[in-house]
């Protein structure tokens, strides 16, 4: 499992009756609905009942959708997988509201089964909103990535003190990541952020919801304001909580984080110094 998330790391007006079951096809994919109990997310395994599992409450669906692994290309049996998500609805809600906690890869459909359960606070105030939680493309429901756990466990973990150690992490995370492309399949190679904004307009468009609200945590910002930049049209309401310029590399991200911290610090000494100033 940390092999996975780490990869992805690397890479980077909703009906409350629920239609009846049906089969995705090539030509025209639709939504397949799928008894919850068989998909009970990973994050969850352990923790609900089978007592509850056998009586799920009837604000809680699930579902799978096919969409294209590569989207410049037509969408066919083989150039297609299954996004899984998780739906919690009321009968009087007062919007629709798709949710993603960040990560990338962060588990994300147990958030729809916790509200439906009664069992988190983390949406409190939003109770009469509809709740759509998708796991992203290639984690967990969602055609998880597969990835060599021991050639994972080999890719050093110091960090290189000498070109030669840096040769060796490189080589070995090399090694790693053919593993993921091997046991993956070309789904590994269309992870982008783009996809994923369009993986979910795609649901969106399939379950019929008209505008919805959006809410982005870490980067989940990420995949909001790609979603908004991509089909404005589709969103209504958008809570990101952490945007950034896109573009940025990883050694810009750092330099600016390392600025900003010492401007922190630079606060707090001048704020501890005039403390001890005002005392004499």
């Known amino acids: 499992m940390l092999a996975t998330v780490s990869l992805l ?11 009846a079951n049906t089969s995705a096809s090539a030509n025209d994919p639709q939504i397949e609905w799928v008894a919850c109990a068989d998909h009970l997310p990973v994050t969850l395994q352990g923790l609900v009942p089978n007592e509850t599992l056998a009586a799920l409450p009837s604000t809680l669906s699930c579902g799978t959708l096919r969409v294209a692994i590569d989207y410049s290309q037509a969408f066919s049996a083989t150039n297609s997988f299954a996004l899984g998500f998780a739906h919690y609805g009321t009968p009087d809600a007062t919007g629709n509201l798709f949710f993603n906690p960040g990560g990338p890869g962060t588990e994300v459909a147990s958030f729809a089964w916790m509200v439906a359960l009664n069992v988190t606070n983390e949406f409190k105030g939003l109770e009469t909103f509809n709740l759509t939680a998708m796991d992203i493309r290639g984690s967990f429901q969602s055609s998880q990535l597969s990835c060599s756990e021991a050639l994972y466990g080999a890719i050093p973990q110091d960090f290189p003190t000498s070109q030669e150690e840096f040769d ?5 995370s090399r090694t790693w990541v053919d593993s993921c492309r091997n046991e993956t399949g070309p789904l590994i190679d269309h ?7 369009r993986d979910f307009e795609n649901l969106r468009l399939t379950l019929g919801t008209g505008k919805v609200h959006y809410m982005g945590i870490s980067y989940g910002t990420f995949y909001g ?7 404005p049209d589709a969103l209504d309401r958008v809570v990101l909580d952490g945007v950034f310029a896109h573009g940025l590399n990883n050694s810009q991200l750092v330099g600016l984080g390392v600025k900003a911290a010492n401007r922190e610090l630079e606060r707090a000494d001048s704020y501890v110094l005039k403390l001890s100033l005002d005392r004499f």
């Open 168 to 172: 060796q992490l490189q080589a070995a």
């Open 9 to 19: 790391v690397l890479l980077a007006h909703f009906a409350t009756s629920l239609p």
């Open 225 to 231: 304001a790609q979603w908004i930049s991509d089909f």
């Open 191 to 197: 992870l982008a952020t783009t996809n994923v904004a």
